[in-house]
Nanobody, 117 residues
């Protein structure tokens, strides 16, 4: 399983970015998919995710600003980030989890998001 993340970059405060994660297989083969981020000196944290049934969850810090979505036809997951703040600066990672007697976690290479004027 490969997860290919893209879409990071430099954006001014208040701006928007859209991250994409392309999976090598069907996204419905995973129980959970989502985005994590890790800022310098901080632990990796969940930003947004959804279950195979479509239930979504967001970190309190991004509610109302970020939206996670999926395109099953293209096996992609997106994170639309609006009203970006400097504290959103981090490396963002695509994540997928499959549970089949054992738990399997998959991570994409991170994509850097920098929010700065």
């Amino acid at each position: 399983v490969q997860l290919q993340a893209s879409g990071g970059g430099l954006v001014q405060p208040g701006g928007s970015l859209r991250l994409s994660c392309a999976a090598s297989g069907s996204i419905f083969s995973f129980n959970v998919m989502g985005w994590y981020r890790q800022a310098p000196g901080k632990q990796r944290e969940l930003v947004a995710g959804f279950t195979i049934g479509g239930t979504t969850t967001y970190a309190d810090s991004v509610k109302g600003r970020f939206t996670i979505s999926r395109n099953s036809a293209k096996n992609t997951v997106h994170l639309q980030m609006n009203s970006l703040k400097p504290e959103d600066t981090a490396v963002y990672y695509c994540h997928a989890m499959r549970f089949d007697s054992l738990r399997y976690d998959y991570w994409g290479r991170g994509t850097l998001v920098t929010v700065s004027s």
